[in-house]
């Protein structure tokens, strides 16, 4: 098996945290132990022995998990090492070469390139911005054919924020149902509503349905690194001997800590200061990006700490992000990262006054621009 790049990852890594604003994170601001932990708890942590963890996930923390969803049982999850080891096993055990997999762009682009690498042939189902980000459904229909083993998506999305109607949901699952074929649904920014109420969930609705999630983006603990898998026992049971191969077990300190911030009030607790972070902060990005004499024109984000917005300069969106990091030390993600080429995705889950001040820099930089183009 030959990859290609991942491209956002590489850039991000790369830069992540040399440049000094980096405003290219999809979640909130993370959260330190003492935010969520009690002192009884930290106390406790200390004195756990650093030896291997249940492999799928402790009994304890798939309960945890479990309450999230409807009428499942514990061996109906598997623990990952982040949702991003979710994704890898998926692809993993699922795809054959020469299968037929749907896939929804824009999206966080891993398992557009797990699909090439693992020799599927992938299909592209766009979201379109005239339509706020939504799916046109007749188009999707025609993607969908009887050689289709997957449709993948992410709800709610990455980059755009957007979130599948009642309509869309119901149409997705249908046309899986006709042919059979797996839904795979990350659903990691469940719970980052910026408004309204939380984002249904794909399982339940139909028997093939395959659902990612962890604790990186809606809950601010991407250092954590759990991740999680619900589908079918059976579905479980043929894609944990895939999880032996690769990190075997989640950390013992992750599984943990994982079941504090799951624990019924704790999670309240946390989802509630990620909406107060996202209604605090996106009216400053929203501000900054009216004023900049037309420049941007963009769907405001239903869910997660980020906006897709699409820019009217001549310059492609890498050469962009590549001199705002040299001139300006600011990071943000090109849309060539997701196979759009003129857009630029701004995160705003940080504290505000480093949102502001990388704000700053991106205009200074946007001024000596437009007075060259001009």
Same mark, same amino acid.
């Given at each position: 098996m030959k990859i290609e790049q991942f491209r956002m990852e590489r850039m991000q890594s790369t830069w992540e945290n040399?440049? !000094?604003?980096? =405003?290219?994170?999809? #979640?909130?601001?993370?959260?330190?132990?003492?935010?969520?932990? &009690?002192?009884? $708890?930290?106390?406790?942590?200390?004195?756990?022995?650093?030896?291997?963890?249940?492999?799928?996930?402790?009994?304890?923390?798939?309960?945890?998990?479990?309450?999230?969803?409807?009428?499942?049982?514990? !061996?109906?999850? =598997?623990?990952?090492? #982040?949702?991003?080891?979710?994704?890898?096993?998926?692809?993993? &055990?699922?795809? $054959?070469?020469?299968?037929?997999?749907?896939?929804?762009?824009?999206?966080?682009?891993?398992?557009?390139?797990?699909?090439?690498?693992?020799?599927?042939?992938?299909?592209?189902?766009?979201?379109?911005?005239?339509?706020?980000?939504?799916?046109?459904?007749d188009e999707l229909r025609k993607l969908v054919t009887r050689k289709t083993k997957l449709i993948i998506l992410t709800n709610p999305n990455n980059p755009t924020g957007a979130v599948l109607a009642p309509e869309a949901m119901e149409a997705i699952i249908s046309l899986a149902d006709k042919t059979k074929a797996w839904i795979i649904a990350d659903e990691v920014y469940q719970g980052a509503e910026r408004e309204g109420e939380t984002t249904p969930s794909f399982f339940g609705r139909y028997e093939r349905v395959v659902v990612v999630n962890g604790l990186s983006k809606a809950y601010g603990l991407p250092g954590v690194?759990?991740?999680?898998?619900?589908?079918?026992?059976?579905?479980?049971?043929?894609?944990?001997?895939?999880?032996?191969?690769?990190?075997?077990?989640?950390?013992?300190?992750?599984?943990?800590?994982?079941?504090?911030?799951?624990?019924?009030?704790?999670?309240r607790k946390i989802l509630a200061r990620t909406r107060r972070i996202l209604k605090n902060n996106f009216p400053i990005l929203k501000a900054w990006l009216e004023k900049q004499a037309g420049l941007f024109e963009f769907v405001p984000p239903r869910a997660g700490a980020i906006v897709f917005a699409r820019y009217n300069l001549k310059i492609d969106s890498v050469e962009l992000v590549n001199r705002l990091i040299r001139e300006k030390s600011v990071l943000i993600v090109p849309g060539e990262h997701f196979e759009m080429g003129r857009y630029l995705r701004f995160g705003y889950g940080g504290e505000s006054d480093h949102l502001k001040s990388g704000l700053a820099r991106i205009e200074d930089f946007l001024e000596g621009l437009t007075a060259c183009e001009g």
């Open positions: 040399v440049v !000094e604003y980096n =405003l290219s994170e999809s #979640g909130v601001h993370p959260l330190t132990l003492e935010e969520f932990a &009690s002192k009884e $708890e930290l106390e406790e942590i200390v004195k756990i022995g650093l030896g291997y963890s249940q492999t799928n996930g402790t009994p304890e923390l798939r309960q945890q998990i479990a309450r999230l969803y409807p009428r499942i049982s514990i !061996e109906q999850i =598997l623990t990952t090492a #982040g949702s991003s080891e979710a994704n890898f096993l998926l692809m993993w &055990s699922l795809i $054959e070469p020469g299968d037929e997999v749907v896939f929804m762009v824009p999206n966080y682009m891993q398992i557009w390139g797990l699909v090439r690498g693992f020799g599927a042939k992938l299909k592209p189902f766009w979201l379109r911005e005239s339509l706020g980000w939504a799916p046109d459904l690194r759990i991740g999680w898998v619900v589908a079918s026992e059976e579905f479980i049971n043929k894609t944990w001997p895939y999880h032996d191969y690769t990190t075997i077990s989640p950390s013992i300190l992750s599984d943990r800590l994982a079941r504090i911030a799951l624990a019924r009030q704790n999670r």
